[in-house]
């Protein structure tokens, strides 16, 4: 069996398991955590294109949720947009402001960068607050509408239930690290994981190192814009709180606790994310220092994240080919 | 109009000292070690509510508190380069960085944990206003300038004047040929550490008495910190001195004339602008 075709099962036996999932989970309470999951995914993927890749931390990543989901929550509530369009609309139009605003920060490089996005983290944050008579301010706006049903034929997909909306975040989630493994895979991704290695170099072969960056940016920032749609019609209440400079953060250790550069790590760190507050919950007042230990510790102990580890611990089983008898 | 004008400048000037104030902390530690030092916002937040503690507890007055805390802030220095930096040396810069935002969630809940989620005021009894020209000044302010001016001035004469000096500028210019020469890189990292860390201390306190300490202002003193090094050109303590002081003017008159709410805003437009045109900085070189 080549490694190939072996990834390729484990890749299929993962699916199935994905779509029998709400038959086994009973409680819709784990449910709902799955789903806030599987929309971390769509965000850590987004954020591991531009950290984890390129080599660039970004933490405007919450930010841009937050314009995502409250450009498709308006649309759909005071425009009166039909759910889907505005959903739709919601990564493109963060996308646009994403183009806006990385081109002045990458002018910089490194920490610089970092920072200049922090400071547009800070500045959505600021304006999703202040601008109430848009955005209704601290108090939200209530009452954000589900994707209605669709019936194809006798089969109806339900997104007004726990169980389809389940469906649309897994689709969401699977394509997000599909489009991820194609970026990875092809020219574009070269390029952006040669930026992490050494920008200097790849700058002197003639490459335009800026577009490269960009466009890892504006694309990271899209995945953000579509996590904070799926989030928005979810929750069904949107209000800024989600949307801070901590949950930025949130998504820089989803990508460093999973395995930064790697397509399963984002997967493997969101899940990580959303779950452990539960398990910590009841150390709800220690929770920021014991998340912060968790980032110190994981990057002086594991920089490479859990799951290389992981596939160390396999025996490299899921990447090296098996030494075939001669 | 113009009185007006020349007041809310008086106002920028004040925090725009302590900005740059913070800034000057982190450039060292960025001039030396390469470390985007962003927890230093939430350190300098501990030295404020430090300063707080001594002050209502202790009943020390302001400058002795502020003194203690300094010390307190060397030691956390100390801690944070021993503890969480040094492991990560030699590991990629990023990694640093992602320690320094570990640091900064972590110092952030000690914080809440510590001193609670309620806003905090130091009182100091500098309370004096004076009238020059129909411009208020109020004393605390012109005590928070000339405060700030001394530890710049202080860290200045450090770093240009003694031998520690001398051997953070080479550990600055040159690693390898400053460890040949028989500089302790380590020793100069502590030095470094615990001067910065001093300084955030420092910066936390006068802030703590100009406006108010509060969880989450940590962060913002960061950015901000790191706003004035972007805006005034990198590793050069003139450029933070010029930096600083745009950003403060700008953000009061920007809270003076069109908007408190926005005044961060503002000021982050005003970076953003001068990155567009001049990304190495009002003072950096070419």
């Known amino acids: 069996m080549s490694a190939r075709t072996r990834q390729g099962l484990v890749l299929l036996a993962l699916l199935l398991a994905a779509l029998a999932l709400p038959l086994a989970v009973k409680l819709p309470y784990f449910l709902h955590l799955i789903i806030l999951a599987l929309i971390w995914v769509v965000l850590a993927q987004g954020q591991n294109l531009i950290q984890g890749f390129t080599g660039y931390v970004s933490i405007a990543q919450a930010g841009f949720m937050g314009i995502g989901a409250y450009a498709s929550t308006l649309l759909s509530v005071k425009l009166g947009w039909p759910v889907w369009l505005a959903m739709a609309a919601a990564p493109m139009l963060t996308a646009v402001l994403a183009l806006l605003a990385g081109y002045p920060s990458l002018r910089v490089k490194g920490h610089y960068f970092a920072i200049v996005t922090l400071a547009y983290n800070m500045v959505i944050f600021i304006v999703l607050t202040t601008w109430s008579s848009l955005t209704g301010g601290e108090a939200g706006i209530s009452k954000v509408p589900r994707p209605p049903d669709i019936a194809v034929g006798p089969f109806v997909w339900l997104l007004s239930e726990r169980v389809g909306y389940y469906y649309l975040v897994l689709a969401a989630a699977a394509l997000t690290t599909g489009l991820c493994a194609l970026i990875l895979h092809s020219r574009v991704g070269r390029v952006l994981v040669a930026i992490r290695q050494n920008e200097g170099l790849i700058e002197a072969t003639g490459v335009q190192t800026w577009r490269y960056k960009l466009l890892a940016f504006v694309v990271s920032a899209s995945l953000a814009g579509l996590a904070g749609a799926l989030y928005a019609h979810f929750i069904g209440f949107l209000n800024p709180d989600a949307f801070g400079v901590d949950h930025s953060l949130n998504a820089i250790l989803a990508v460093i606790l999973g395995g930064s550069g790697t397509l399963a790590g984002p997967v493997v760190g969101a899940f990580a994310v959303v779950f452990l507050p539960e398990y910590l919950r009841v150390a709800e007042n220690y929770r920021l220092v014991i998340y912060g230990f968790i980032l110190v510790a994981a990057t002086i102990f594991m920089p490479r994240g859990l799951v290389p580890l992981a596939t160390q611990g396999l025996g490299a089983w899921w990447t090296r080919p098996k030494q075939e008898p001669k | ?286």
């Open chain 2, 1 to 286: 109009m113009l009185i007006e004008i020349l007041q809310q400048m008086l106002n920028g000037l004040a925090i725009g000292s302590v900005y740059t104030v913070i800034a000057l902390g982190l450039t060292v530690v960025f001039g030396i070690l390469g470390i985007a030092h962003f927890a230093h916002g939430s350190v300098a937040m501990s030295g404020g509510y430090l300063t707080f503690l001594f002050g209502e507890r202790l009943g020390a007055g302001f400058f002795t508190a502020m003194a203690l805390a300094m010390l307190a802030g060397a030691v956390i220095g100390l801690l944070i380069e021993r503890l969480a930096y040094r492991p990560v040396r030699d590991a990629p810069h990023i990694n640093a960085f992602i320690i320094a935002l570990g640091l900064t969630m972590m110092i952030e809940g000690l914080n809440l944990l510590a001193f609670g989620a309620d806003q905090v005021v130091i009182q100091t009894p500098y309370r004096g206003v004076f009238q020059i020209g129909g411009v208020a000044v109020a004393e605390l302010r012109l005590l928070v300038i000339v405060t700030a001016c001394t530890l710049i001035a202080a860290v200045g004469l450090l770093i240009s004047r003694t031998k520690t000096g001398k051997s953070i500028r080479a550990v600055a210019q040159n690693r390898p040929a400053a460890v040949l020469m028989g500089v302790n890189v380590n020793q100069v990292s502590a030095i470094v550490f615990s001067v910065s860390s001093a300084l955030g201390a420092a910066a936390g306190a006068l802030v703590g008495a100009l406006l108010a300490i509060a969880p989450g202002v940590g962060e913002g003193l960061a950015v901000k910190g790191f706003a004035v090094l972007i805006l005034g050109g990198l590793g050069s303590i003139p450029g933070a001195i010029v930096g600083g002081l745009v950003l403060g003017i700008s953000e009061s008159l920007a809270a003076g004339f069109l908007s408190s709410a926005y005044k961060d805003v503002i000021a982050f437009t005003v970076m953003i602008v001068v990155l567009l045109f001049r990304p190495e900085g009002l003072l950096g070189k070419r």
